[in-house]
T-cell receptor, first 115, second 109 residues
Framework: GAGVSQSPSNKVTEKGKDVELRCDPI?????LYWYRQRLGQGLEFLIY????????KSGLPSDRFSAERTGESVSTLTIQRTQQEDSAVYLC?????????????FGPGTRLTVL | RKEVEQDPGPFNVPEGATVAFNCTYS??????FFWYRQDCRKEPKLLMS???SGNEDGRFTAQLNRASQYISLLIRDSKLSDSATYLC??????????FGTGTRLTVIP
């Protein structure tokens, strides 16, 4: 079956521009997560959705970052006024229940480069 | 203090060797623990969950020590295909995951 997909796979943008990153989770998965991974670094938790609600936004690094999820399916991560330090791979993952019980399945990521 | 701390390595071991990784965590309220594997420029994938009683999957053994707040991963009879970064992961009550920075393993022919 289809796994988690993300688009675009690569995005190059100029400093100050806004970008939108999309995640399509595995069908039926109620939980959706966004992470950021800078080059050579570990994964940094950004935000978690249960259904369309985001009970935990604690990882969003600044108010330039926002995310939404609709139809308990697709999620969009938006970065406004991008900065060079936003350059990273943005990974989305989904799971069928809480992470306590079920594996998280990751998408291939979107590699964002801010010039 | 970071939620999860790992030795970044790299660990370079010959084929057939046994290698062990340790990971320490903060916050004793952490509920679940996992090891994920990440190949170069790929997404992480679950390797195994970690239980207090210890668990084994083929050549891989994971253990959790709640009293000392560490988890371990043991790989026996290393294969070239085991070369990857191994991520120590814990969950919180808020259902998000905390990832360590990963330990890089290279198995040498």
């Amino acid at each position: 079956g289809a796994g988690v997909s993300q688009s675009p796979s690569n995005k190059v943008t100029e400093k100050g521009k806004d970008v939108e990153l999309r995640c399509d989770p595995i069908s039926g998965h109620t939980a959706l997560y966004w992470y950021r991974q800078r080059l050579g670094q570990g994964l940094e938790f950004l935000i978690y959705f249960q259904g369309n609600s985001a009970p935990d936004k604690s990882g969003l690094p600044s108010d330039r970052f926002s995310a939404e999820r609709t139809g308990e399916s697709v999620s969009t991560l938006t970065i406004q006024r991008t900065q060079q330090e936003d350059s990273a791979v943005y990974l989305c993952a989904s799971s069928s229940r809480t992470v306590l019980d079920n594996e998280q399945f990751f998408g291939p990521g979107t590699r964002l480069t801010v010039l | 203090r970071k939620e999860v701390e790992q030795d970044p390595g790299p660990f370079n071991v010959p084929e057939g060797a046994t290698v062990a990784f340790n990971c320490t965590y903060s916050n004793s309220a952490s509920q679940s623990f996992f090891w994920y594997r990440q190949d170069c420029r790929k997404e992480p994938k679950l390797l195994m969950s970690v239980y207090s009683s210890g668990n084994e999957d083929g050549r891989f053994t994971a253990q959790l020590n709640r009293a000392s707040q560490y988890i371990s991963l043991l790989i026996r009879d290393s294969k070239l295909s085991d070369s990857a970064t191994y991520l120590c992961v814990k969950s919180s009550r808020a259902n998000n995951l905390f990832f360590g920075t990963g330990t890089r393993l290279t198995v040498i022919p």
